[in-house]
């Protein structure tokens, strides 16, 4: 949660709030985020994040830094947009992989944060005619629907085999496998398990390794962005 500094209103049109979720799009691909749940009002918003990597105060720190210089820019104003460094709260939970269930995620001493977040969900949504707020609801990032169309788009550009078999005699860590895991671990909500099995890519653990190795290579990443549209 971040709050804009001094209480100012931040989110005062369609423009701020798509500048906003572009950027939370972006960090994700990069820092391989998962967004259960988002909330923007009027002065402040609110995340639900999956971390998998112990990334999010860098992450944090490109997408206000980002935000910030479009939103200075396109206002013509200077300094600080954003109040102090963001709160984050930790949630633990066996299924808070399912968004659909993220309501179970708090285990008894994060109840009260819970409820307070679910609180502003549910409210947001009454708010959206009325105050122009935008409100995520608690969905899943896509689900294993919207993964496989994806698979298959990004797979059919890179020349990637359709068929489960041709798929199984390429070697576990083939670079396309790589890039479309990547492109499905930064837009959806899939686990490691799920997508190591889809794309046989050996041990879960292993293809995410590949993946984080692709994300912080330069040229790792020029390929992701190159494929950013697809789909």
């Known amino acids: 949660m971040a709050r804009g500094d001094g209480g100012k209103r931040i989110f005062t049109c369609r423009e701020d709030h798509e500048s906003f979720l572009h950027g939370l799009e972006r960090v994700c691909l990069s820092h391989g985020w998962r967004v259960h749940a988002w909330v923007l009002m009027g002065n402040h918003f609110h995340l639900l994040l999956e971390t998998p990597e112990p990334n999010l105060s860098a992450g944090m720190r490109v997408l206000l830094g980002t935000f910030s210089q479009a939103w200075n820019s396109r206002y013509q104003r200077r ?6 460094r963001c709160k984050a709260v930790p949630v633990a939970g066996e299924r808070a992989e399912d968004a659909h269930d993220f309501k179970s995620v708090a285990d008894h ?5 819970k409820d307070k977040l679910l609180g ?7 708010k959206v005619m009325k105050r122009g707020s935008i409100a995520g609801a608690a969905v899943r990032a896509r689900g294993e629907k919207e993964a496989e ?3 298959q788009a990004v797979g059919s550009k890179l020349g990637l085999p359709g068929s489960a078999e ?4 390429l070697r576990k860590g083939d670079p396309r496998k790589v890039i479309c895991a990547a492109r499905v671990k930064g837009n959806t909500s899939m686990s490691n398990d799920w997508l190591a099995k889809r794309l046989p890519m050996g041990h879960p ?3 995410g390794q590949l993946v984080n ?5 330069p040229a790792g990443l020029k390929t992701l962005k190159k494929y950013e549209k697809t789909f």
């Open 79 to 84: 300094g600080h947009v954003f109040q102090g």
């Open 109 to 113: 001493r994060e109840e009260k944060f």
């Open 120 to 126: 502003l969900i549910d409210k947001a949504g009454a």
């Open 149 to 151: 169309r994806m698979i």
């Open 166 to 169: 041709e798929l199984q005699a």
């Open 205 to 207: 653990a292993a293809m």
């Open 213 to 217: 190795r692709l994300r912080k290579d």
